[in-house]
């Protein structure tokens, strides 16, 4: 409860996130740590301790490093989504802030949440030409597969978030080159988005149909993506749980009503 403290603790998660986030990546294709380089913006270090190797500083291409603080803008909060939730949840016990976050990002680890993206990735590769877009669709709509990527549980109408995700993608393609797989993005786009089936649905693209394309060129692989999620969103956690604190928010402790057996005598287990 000392704010100095909290502050300190909030900070240092905040700086942290990237570096445990490229160090994991790092590790686990065999490359040795990059530490962090202090004279560099929250962006550009990020990606210089992912793809740093032998020069002596890393510059990062300053249209992909200002495509990063976007995304990671645009994912910092987001209401009261599922981890959040948890952070909250957790927090309300007065745990350490370390403890809250690693439960966010349990939530977050499930493919409902923190997957969107990569599921988008799968989907279009699973399509794998513009020319199967109708049959796709089609399917859908026969119940056959899913939209991944579209609707959301609170934007009913144009995810504005993915107006913005739209047009950077393009600033980073103009860097890594074109994804091959937009053209089937935006294939797919114009067919949902003319079909009555899923307007009427409020079915429309969301933020993370385009932002994991935006990852996919620059390189970062699929089974990353929601460490890409997390990394922004801890200052987001980390606002609910100071906000908790200050306004002595008492524990989460919800109420369930019961719908089971009447009451039910003991018997032994042997009598069962």
Same mark, same amino acid.
């Given at each position: 409860?000392?704010?100095?403290?909290?502050?300190?603790?909030?900070?240092?998660?905040?700086? @942290?996130?990237?570096?445990?986030?490229?160090?994991?990546?790092?590790?686990?294709?065999?490359?040795?740590?990059?530490?962090?380089?202090?004279?560099?913006?929250?962006?550009?270090?990020?990606?210089?301790?992912?793809?740093?190797?032998?020069?002596?500083?890393?510059?990062?291409?300053?249209?992909?490093?200002?495509?990063?603080?976007?995304?990671?803008?645009?994912?910092? $909060?987001?209401?009261?989504?599922?981890?959040?939730?948890?952070?909250?949840?957790?927090?309300?016990?007065?745990?350490?802030?370390?403890?809250?976050?690693?439960?966010?990002?349990?939530?977050?680890?499930?493919?409902?949440? =923190?997957?969107?993206?990569?599921?988008?990735?799968?989907?279009?590769?699973?399509?794998?030409?513009?020319?199967?877009?109708?049959?796709?669709?089609?399917?859908? @709509?026969?119940?056959?597969?899913?939209?991944?990527?579209?609707?959301?549980?609170? !934007? @009913?109408?144009?995810?504005?978030?993915?107006?913005?995700?739209?047009?950077?993608?393009?600033?980073?393609?103009?860097?890594?080159?074109?994804?091959?797989?937009?053209?089937?993005?935006?294939?797919?786009? $114009?067919?949902?988005?003319?079909?009555? !089936?899923?307007?009427?649905?409020?079915? !429309?693209?969301?933020?993370?149909?385009?932002? =994991?394309?935006?990852?996919?060129?620059?390189?970062?692989?699929?089974?990353?993506?929601?460490?890409?999620?997390?990394?922004?969103?801890?200052?987001?956690?980390?606002?609910?749980?100071?906000?908790?604190?200050?306004? $002595?928010? @008492?524990?989460?402790?919800?109420?369930?009503?019961?719908?089971?057996?009447?009451?039910?005598?003991?018997?032994?287990?042997?009598?069962?």
């Amino acid at each position: 409860f000392d704010p100095t403290i909290r502050y300190k603790q909030v900070i240092r998660l905040i700086a @942290k996130m990237p570096t445990l986030a490229a160090d994991a990546h790092r590790f686990s294709v065999g490359m040795p740590f990059v530490y962090p380089d202090n004279s560099l913006s929250f962006a550009a270090n990020f990606l210089s301790m992912m793809w740093k190797t032998a020069e002596p500083r890393f510059d990062a291409n300053p249209a992909l490093a200002r495509a990063v603080d976007i995304l990671f803008i645009l994912h910092a $909060d987001h209401e009261q989504n599922c981890s959040t939730t948890a952070m909250r949840v957790v927090g309300s016990s007065h745990v350490d802030p370390y403890s809250a976050c690693a439960a966010a990002c349990a939530a977050l680890y499930g493919p409902r949440h =923190g997957g969107a993206n990569e599921a988008v990735i799968r989907m279009l590769s699973q399509i794998g030409s513009i020319d199967n877009v109708p049959d796709f669709i089609r399917s859908v @709509k026969e119940g056959h597969g899913r939209l991944q990527g579209f609707g959301h549980r609170v !934007y @009913k109408n144009y995810d504005p978030r993915a107006k913005i995700v739209r047009k950077v993608a393009y600033d980073v393609f103009e860097v890594t080159g074109k994804n091959p797989l937009l053209d089937i993005a935006l294939k797919l786009e $114009d067919a949902a988005l003319a079909d009555d !089936y899923f307007t009427s649905r409020k079915l !429309y693209p969301n933020v993370d149909f385009y932002s =994991g394309l935006i990852y996919q060129a620059m390189g970062f692989p699929l089974e990353m993506f929601p460490v890409l999620f997390a990394i922004p969103r801890t200052s987001g956690w980390l606002a609910h749980w100071g906000e908790m604190l200050d306004q $002595d928010t @008492k524990i989460a402790r919800p109420r369930q009503l019961y719908t089971g057996s009447p009451r039910r005598d003991y018997k032994p287990i042997s009598e069962r």
